[in-house]
């Protein structure tokens, strides 16, 4: 009896212990009050929102956050009557599929929808970020039930996820989103980027890097199949869609001579028209703002007034669209004299640039290994990928705030690395991709005064906040 009174305890305290589980996360999930309602992420909901309660002829952007940030729909409302202008991009981190299916619901009979994906692997493919749409609607999770059935069950698997980060800044270490450009009060009536936020080209040397633009041709053919039942269904509901490239950073275009065909060969695929020069999205640096993306305030004018143009021809409007072309907004020049610690600046070998210098190898492997301020006298802003990857005698590596740029695979192979310190306190200020920590077990430790601002950063947030960390 003894025995199989055990056996009935541990069977109860077992059947406890798998109900309080997913009851955790459900309470942590949904229960608790709203974290990210002020993030750059919270205006999803007042996005989906202005799409359904906007009535009248409209004209529907949708994309990734060179949307929001790209264009100025007061414009478009002044030189093109009778409609109006919802901006609906977001984070390309929460996928275009995903932004097609907020929209699909939505839309109504003679609404121009114009889809304008950035020109990259991430937002051309089925790619989305399970976590970060859960944040997207925390606080009022019915638009959950406006995606996919496969969209919705993939959800299911970054669920605990989610509850737990959402548990620990509302427990342990509050949410601070400082003064970053991402958050919700960042947005203006339409859905874009108030003016004055983004005034000029932050990155270094004008461009990222660490995210060339290409044009290959070889598509992901579900993700067009996705695109064209939408426009399929666009077209039973009376309305018209259309296909725009995004904004793209002249400097960034490794191949623009191929650009024509690639054009053509879109085209041929997709069962709705491109609207517009393709060249024409191809803007001088200057026009941009802190990714290959986002343009500035005075970018965002030249890239509305060409769509402007684009949309009257399909209305067959021929009216003059007189909107002045801005300045080009002047970059100010670095005066930052400031200098840090250069203890193993012996430990690699440089390559000078104009007016700076990137580590090219290293020399001297160690275990903890600090990544120099300055080299003779001028400042390292980079390392190339391969200068670690592979290195598995080091431990950890010490990144001060004079490096701008950290590229894909940096720590490939890196078998013992366990801790990569970040001192920036402004991770806007580094350009940084989604493959950093591919073929590494490290975390990312950064200060905890600026943890906040890694969480919610453009990139950070969306790729590794599972893996930045304090002391």
């Known amino acids: 009896m003894k025995k199989k009174g055990l056996i009935i305890s541990l069977s109860v305290s077992m059947s406890v212990v798998l109900l309080a589980y997913p009851l955790t996360i459900g309470i942590n999930a949904f229960v608790l009050p709203s974290v990210y309602g002020d993030t750059f992420l919270g205006e999803m909901k007042e996005k989906i929102k202005l799409l359904k309660e906007t009535d009248g002829k409209r004209i529907i952007l949708i994309g990734g956050s060179s949307v929001p940030f790209g264009v100025k729909s007061s414009l478009i409302e002044e030189n093109i009557a009778n409609y109006k202008v919802i901006n609906f991009g977001m984070y390309a981190s929460l996928g275009s599929n995903v932004m097609l299916d907020f929209a699909k619901a939505r839309i109504n009979q003679d609404d121009i929808v114009i889809f304008m994906p950035e020109q990259n692997v991430q937002t051309l493919s089925m790619y989305y970020n399970g976590k970060a749409l859960w944040q997207a609607l925390d606080g009022d999770f019915s638009s959950f039930w406006l995606l996919n059935h496969d969209t919705r069950q993939r959800m299911y698997?970054?669920?605990?996820?989610?509850?737990?980060?959402?548990?620990?800044?509302t427990f342990q270490n509050k949410l601070d989103l400082g003064d970053t450009i991402y958050q919700k009060s960042s947005f203006e009536k339409h859905g874009d980027i108030k003016e004055g936020l983004a005034n000029y080209?932050?990155?270094?040397?004008?461009?990222?890097?660490?995210?060339?633009?290409?044009?290959?041709?070889?598509?992901?053919?579900?993700?067009?199949s996705y695109v064209n039942d939408f426009a399929s269904y666009v077209r039973t509901k009376g309305a018209h869609m259309y296909y725009r490239f995004a904004p793209m950073n002249k400097k960034a275009v490794k191949d623009e001579d191929t650009l024509d065909h690639y054009y053509e060969v879109l085209q041929d695929k997709l069962e709705l028209d491109i609207l517009g020069n393709p060249h024409d999205a191809i803007l001088d640096s200057?026009?941009?703002?802190?990714?290959?993306?986002?343009?500035?305030?005075?970018?965002?004018?030249?890239n509305t007034k060409q769509l402007i143009k684009d949309i009257k021809l399909t209305l067959d409007d021929t009216s003059i669209t007189e909107i002045e072309d801005p300045e080009k907004p002047v970059i100010p020049e670095d005066e930052n004299t400031k200098d840090g610690d250069n203890s193993d600046v012996d430990c690699f070998t440089y390559e000078e640039k104009e007016d700076y210098y990137v580590i090219t190898s290293l020399?001297?492997?160690k275990e903890d290994i600090v990544v120099p301020y300055r080299y003779n006298g001028k400042k390292v802003i980079a390392f190339s990928a391969d200068v670690f990857a592979s290195h598995k005698r080091i431990k950890t590596i010490r990144i001060q705030d004079n490096i701008r740029y950290l590229y894909d695979y940096s720590f490939n192979g890196c078998s013992a690395l366990e801790r990569i310190y970040l001192d920036n306190l402004n991770p806007s200020s580094i350009n940084v991709s989604g493959n950093l920590l591919d073929g590494c077990n490290a975390d990312i430790y950064v200060p905890k005064e600026a943890y906040s601002k890694y969480i919610q950063s453009y990139v950070f947030g969306a790729y590794y906040s599972d893996r930045i960390k304090t002391e």
Do not use: C
């Open 157 to 169: 698997g970054d669920l605990y996820s989610f509850s737990q980060e959402k548990f620990k800044f």
């Open 201 to 224: 080209n932050i990155m270094y040397d004008q461009v990222d890097p660490t995210m060339n633009i290409t044009f290959d041709e070889n598509f992901d053919e579900n993700f067009l």
């Open 286 to 302: 200057e026009w941009f703002y802190d990714t290959n993306f986002h343009l500035n305030d005075a970018g965002r004018i030249m």
């Open 363 to 365: 020399l001297n492997e």
